[in-house]
Each structure stands twice: as C-alpha cells, then as structure tokens.
C-alpha cells in the first residue's frame, strides 16, 4: 500500500470573524491516508477538523507544513480532490443528471461518454427514475446521494466529505451511512470523512483520527478492524470490536470535551 | 375526452335529465375550457380583469350620458377610429413592415419598440457584465459602485436637455436616456444577486476544477438570475417609461412623440390611443417575454415560490 495523502507539520492560525483575535487552529498534524482507506477524523466542535478539510480542498491557504496527493503539493483547488459539502451544494438550477455529469463537463468529456458513466453513477446511488428532477424536487437524503455521485463522476484521486450526512434525519442517515459503505467497496475509493458522530467515525472508519480540542492536534488514532463486507446496522449493533472501538472513541472526545468546560 | 368530460358532469351534479340540448353544450364547452386552461388561471384572469371592466364601463356610460364633454373625454369609438385614420393611407402589410411613411400609427409603435430592443440589446449585457465583475470583485465593486450609485440617483428625463444639446433630436437623444435607466439598474440588481449566492456553490464547482470562467456561467450567472429577473423588469419597466418621455421632448417620433403632438392639436382620442397602447405594448412583453422566461429559470429551479 501506498499513502494517497501525506500531512506534515501541519499548522495554521486565522483571525476571528467577529472578534479579530488569532485562533490557532491547527498544530503540527501529520497524518496519512493509504491507497483505498477511508478515514473518519472525529473531534469536539471547533477543534478545527473543518478547517484541516478546507486545506485539503485547497479552498484555504495554510501557514505552515506540508501536505501532498500522490505527491504532488496542494496549491489551490483541483479536481484531484473531490469534495461533498455539508450543505446541500448541489446546483439547483441543473438536474440529477447534470450535477453528477458537472465534473465530466468541465473537463470538456464528449457528451457520448459523459452519459453512460453519469448514468452508471445515478444508478450506483439509487437515483434512478429521478435524472431529469431539480434538487428543490428531492428529498434531503437524495440531494446528498447525489452530490456524493458527483464528487465520485468527477473521479477524484480522494473524496473529501465534511459532515455530509449531519443534516439529514437520523433514519436516513443509518441508511447513508451503508449506502457509503457500499459505494467504498464498490469504487475502492481512499475517502477522508469528518464528522462529529462517534457512531458514524466507528462505522466507517478503517481507521478514526481522534482530534483534540482547540488548536487541533490528533490525539490518538484508533483502528477499526471490521472488513466492509460485515460492515451494516444490524450486526455491528452485536459486533464486539466494533462496540469496544466506538466506547474509546467516545471516552477520547468526551475528555476533550469536559476539558474545553473546565477551562 | 369526451367521455370524460360527460362523466364529469354528472359527477359534478351537472344538468338534469330535463336539460335542454343547448344548455347541455354549453356546459360540456365550459368545462372542456376550464380542463384546457385551467381553473386557477381562468380565476386569475377574471379577477385581473374586474378593474379593467370597471373602467371600460364608466368610459362607455359617459359615452351615453356625456358627464364630460369629449374633448375631455374622447368617446371609445374615436379612440379605436384614430388608430385607423392614422393608417388610412398605409399599403397594405408589406407598407406596414417596410414602414412606409403613409403608415403613421404602426410606425410610431415599430420606432418605440425598435428603440426600448436596441437599448436592451446594448444595455443588458453591459448593465449584467459590470455587476457580476462587481459582484464578484471587491476592487471592481469600489471602482464602479459609487458612479452608478452617482448616475443611478438622475432620472433619465433630467438628462433630455444635455442629450439634446449633444446629440440632437431623434434616435440618439431617446436611446441614450433610456441606456441611463437600464444599465444602472440592472447593474444594481444583477452585482446583488451574485452577492447572494452562498459561496458552497462556487467551492464545489472550483473543487470540481472548473475554472473562474465555469463559476461564471454554472454559479453565478444562473444563481443570480431572481435578482436578474428583478433587475430586467425594473429596467426594462423604468426604460419604457423614460423612452416615452424621452420621445415627448426629444424625439421626432414614436408613441410619445405622437402623445405630445397629437395634445398640441387637441386630439384628445390619439393622446388616448398611446397611453393605452404604452400599456398594452409592456402588458404583452411582461405576459410573453417576461412570464415565460421566469416559469423557464427561477420557479423551475425552485429558487422563487409561486403564490398559490
């Protein structure tokens, strides 16, 4: 296995919106992400597991450190490095077909070939049936598949997700949760996903970097040894590493957590 | 069909067996018009039209009972009789469209729409253009914003007597008063609507790779569309306004050259016959042009709500 993502010395400071004071958001992460591994990184609100995204996205320009797909340097965004949005950032003024087809489009595909690759992704999501439909016309869970299908069309070298599943209901968001599950085996693609559930990081994680509160330091780093294929709801609720890899998840983020009150 | 709209009927309580023949078509007609059209919009219509009717009713009883005389109001018959008397000499539809001169009334219309299309075709684009650099550019925001705010607070008629001191009367007088209206106000709206659009879309498309020119066309020109829509109305409703007045002083044609001097003659039926053909004229291109366009862009995409 080789790493598809390397952090090094990672750090980075920014001023407050609203209070103009410097925040320090990031110190000295390294971290990496092998070929085909997804990742989850959980941590205490504000602890800047957003921020390291946002890096990663080449949307924000960091201080200090170095970071590098397939070995090459991020500067600025690139298609490299697919992203799914917490919010809803599907376009609303294209259809299904033509947000998850967005990425081929802008790389000038022929639309010959754009249309049966965008098609076997609709279908890989379960959005078949809904191709000509806006976003305004699906559901929450559906405008999510489909910015997912959208960032995996454009084939990213990794796929980058923020909390995407955060503002769904808690019944559409077990069924994500597999649904990515699915869509990890079926692509085979190294995906870096960021959340806030310790459920959700133990779920999917092949491994979960643990942050620590403000500035963002990664804790501790605990490995989930579950093949994806016994990866579901019902068996993992009986599954004893699984239970006992979300129970120190949990005990890591609350420490964090009960120190940030203290304080 | 035809079934139906039979079954429809009975379903409704429709006409009993007595019914006579007659009554039971004209009941079968109005509902296949009602299926055809729609019954909201046959509502709206009807309601739209209360205070027209309203209007057109107390203008016709005056005709009877001449509470005004008619040279403060002009009969409904010599209304409709000036538009011909203006085209009594023209030959025919191709003098109509080859704007002969003998066709004075279509010429009128043909010359103020030619000149709102020619401002538009200018205007638009350039009012569009500078908002969304505007919109998207801090430093061209500063550069551009306080002039347009400068040129928007002038209303296009206070600029006739320097147009006609510059450009003289006619064509270029009209199209640069009305220019000054559109292209402000479509800046304003369109640099606002770029503004609005949250910044995840034009993120997920530059992590898709695409470039400032790809945010361009998929983010911002689309998503700022409400507020172009906005923005088109406005400046096309204010254009249409200002051209008018625009052609009363400084024009030596068109519908508000016709107003201004049919009322130095006192032909009190013609200075009528423009303002309703003003308003008839932006009617249709709200109804037609306009309408149509928004169902297209801003309801399809679910960006503005339809009241109900």
């Given at each position: 296995?080789?790493?598809?993502?390397?952090?090094?010395?990672?750090?980075?400071?920014?001023?407050?919106?609203?209070?103009?004071?410097?925040?320090?958001?990031?110190?000295?992460?390294?971290?990496?992400?092998?070929?085909?591994?997804?990742?989850?990184?959980?941590?205490?609100?504000?602890?800047?597991?957003?921020?390291?995204?946002?890096?990663?996205?080449?949307?924000?320009?960091?201080?200090?450190?170095?970071?590098?797909?397939?070995?090459?340097?991020?500067?600025?965004?690139?298609?490299?490095?697919?992203?799914?949005?917490?919010?809803?950032?599907?376009?609303?003024?294209?259809?299904?077909?033509?947000?998850?087809?967005?990425?081929?489009?802008?790389?000038?595909?022929?639309?010959?070939?754009?249309?049966?690759?965008?098609?076997?992704?609709?279908?890989?999501?379960?959005?078949?049936?809904?191709?000509?439909?806006?976003?305004?016309?699906?559901?929450?869970?559906?405008?999510?598949?489909?910015?997912?299908?959208?960032?995996?069309?454009?084939?990213?070298?990794?796929?980058?997700?923020?909390?995407?599943?955060?503002?769904?209901?808690?019944?559409?968001?077990?069924?994500?949760?597999?649904?990515?599950?699915?869509?990890?085996?079926?692509?085979?693609?190294?995906?870096?996903?960021?959340?806030?559930?310790?459920?959700?990081?133990?779920?999917?994680?092949?491994?979960?970097?643990?942050?620590?509160?403000?500035?963002?330091?990664?804790?501790?780093?605990?490995?989930?040894?579950?093949?994806?294929?016994?990866?579901?709801?019902?068996?993992?609720?009986?599954?004893?590493?699984?239970?006992?890899?979300?129970?120190?998840?949990?005990?890591?983020?609350?420490?964090?957590?009960?120190?940030?009150?203290?304080? | 069909?035809?079934?139906?709209?039979?079954?429809?009927?009975?379903?409704?309580?429709?006409?009993?067996?007595?019914?006579?023949?007659?009554?039971?078509?004209?009941?079968?007609?109005?509902?296949?018009?009602?299926?055809?059209?729609?019954?909201?919009?046959?509502?709206?219509?009807?309601?739209?039209?209360?205070?027209?009717?309203?209007?057109?009713?107390?203008?016709?009883?005056?005709?009877?009972?001449?509470?005004?005389?008619?040279?403060?109001?002009?009969?409904?018959?010599?209304?409709?009789?000036?538009?011909?008397?203006l085209?009594?000499?023209?030959?025919?539809?191709?003098?109509l469209l080859t704007m002969d001169r003998a066709c004075g009334m279509t010429n009128h219309i043909f010359d103020s729409i030619s000149r709102m299309l020619l401002a538009a075709v200018i205007g638009l684009p350039v009012g569009i253009g500078l908002g969304v650099l505007a919109g998207?550019n801090?430093t061209i925001s500063k550069l551009v914003e306080p002039i347009a705010i400068f040129f928007n607070s002038i209303s296009g008629i206070a600029w006739i007597p320097l147009a006609i001191v510059w450009f003289g009367i006619g064509w270029m007088t009209t199209l640069f008063i009305i220019l000054n209206t559109v292209v402000w106000l479509m800046f304003f709206n369109a640099m606002l609507g770029v503004?609005?659009?949250?910044?995840?879309?034009?993120?997920?498309?530059?992590?898709?790779?695409?470039?400032?020119?790809?945010?361009?066309?998929?983010?911002?020109?689309?998503?700022a569309?409400?507020s172009i829509m906005t923005g088109l109305r406005m400046s096309m409703g204010f254009g249409w306004r200002a051209l008018i007045a625009a052609e009363m002083i400084g024009g030596d044609s068109g519908l508000g050259f016709m107003i201004f001097s049919a009322a130095a003659e006192f032909r009190?039926?013609l200075v009528f016959l423009g303002v309703i053909l003003i308003s008839l004229i932006w009617m249709a291109t709200d109804?037609?042009l306009f309408?149509?366009?928004?169902?297209?862009?801003?309801?399809?995409?679910?960006?503005?709500?339809?009241?109900?």
């Amino acid at each position: 296995m080789s790493a598809k993502l390397i952090v090094q010395g990672l750090t980075h400071h920014y001023p407050d919106e609203y209070t103009g004071e410097t925040v320090h958001a990031l110190d000295a992460i390294d971290l990496k992400v092998e070929e085909g591994e997804l990742v989850t990184v959980v941590g205490p609100s504000g602890c800047g597991k957003s921020t390291l995204l946002n890096i990663l996205a080449g949307l924000l320009p960091y201080e200090a450190g170095a970071v590098s797909v397939d070995g090459v340097p991020i500067r600025g965004p690139g298609s490299d490095r697919g992203v799914v949005f917490q919010e809803h950032a599907i376009l609303p003024w294209r259809t299904v077909t033509r947000n998850i087809g967005h990425g081929l489009e802008i790389k000038n595909v022929p639309k010959h070939v754009r249309e049966p690759k965008v098609q076997a992704f609709v279908d890989l999501v379960g959005l078949t049936g809904f191709e000509g439909k806006y976003p305004h016309e699906l559901s929450g869970g559906m405008k999510q598949r489909c910015a997912v299908a959208r960032t995996l069309c454009a084939d990213p070298a990794i796929m980058l997700m923020d909390e995407p599943f955060a503002a769904v209901d808690a019944q559409t968001r077990i069924t994500l949760q597999e649904e990515l599950n699915r869509i990890a085996i079926a692509t085979k693609k190294t995906i870096m996903f960021i959340t806030h559930s310790v459920d959700e990081a133990a779920f999917l994680g092949d491994r979960c970097f643990v942050f620590s509160a403000r500035p963002g330091k990664i804790k501790t780093i605990v490995d989930i040894d579950i093949p994806r294929e016994r990866r579901n709801w019902n068996d993992m609720n009986a599954d004893s590493v699984f239970l006992a890899a979300r129970a120190r998840i949990l005990k890591l983020v609350r420490e964090e957590v009960a120190d940030v009150v203290e304080e | 069909m035809g079934a139906g709209a039979e079954m429809s009927i009975q379903s409704t309580g429709g006409p009993s067996v007595h019914s006579s023949d007659a009554a039971n078509f004209f009941q079968r007609a109005a509902i296949a018009v009602q299926r055809r059209i729609g019954r909201q919009r046959i509502r709206a219509f009807l309601l739209g039209s209360i205070p027209f009717v309203a209007i057109l009713s107390i203008w016709f009883l005056n005709d009877i009972f001449v509470w005004r005389q008619t040279y403060e109001i002009p009969s409904m018959k010599a209304v409709v009789k000036s538009f011909f008397h203006l085209q009594r000499n023209c030959p025919g539809i191709i003098g109509l469209l080859t704007m002969d001169r003998a066709c004075g009334m279509t010429n009128h219309i043909f010359d103020s729409i030619s000149r709102m299309l020619l401002a538009a075709v200018i205007g638009l684009p350039v009012g569009i253009g500078l908002g969304v650099l505007a919109g998207m550019n801090r430093t061209i925001s500063k550069l551009v914003e306080p002039i347009a705010i400068f040129f928007n607070s002038i209303s296009g008629i206070a600029w006739i007597p320097l147009a006609i001191v510059w450009f003289g009367i006619g064509w270029m007088t009209t199209l640069f008063i009305i220019l000054n209206t559109v292209v402000w106000l479509m800046f304003f709206n369109a640099m606002l609507g770029v503004r609005s659009i949250a910044k995840v879309y034009e993120q997920s498309v530059a992590t898709m790779g695409g470039s400032r020119w790809n945010i361009i066309t998929d983010v911002y020109l689309p998503g700022a569309m409400p507020s172009i829509m906005t923005g088109l109305r406005m400046s096309m409703g204010f254009g249409w306004r200002a051209l008018i007045a625009a052609e009363m002083i400084g024009g030596d044609s068109g519908l508000g050259f016709m107003i201004f001097s049919a009322a130095a003659e006192f032909r009190i039926e013609l200075v009528f016959l423009g303002v309703i053909l003003i308003s008839l004229i932006w009617m249709a291109t709200d109804r037609f042009l306009f309408v149509p366009l928004e169902r297209w862009t801003v309801e399809r995409w679910g960006l503005v709500w339809k009241p109900s």
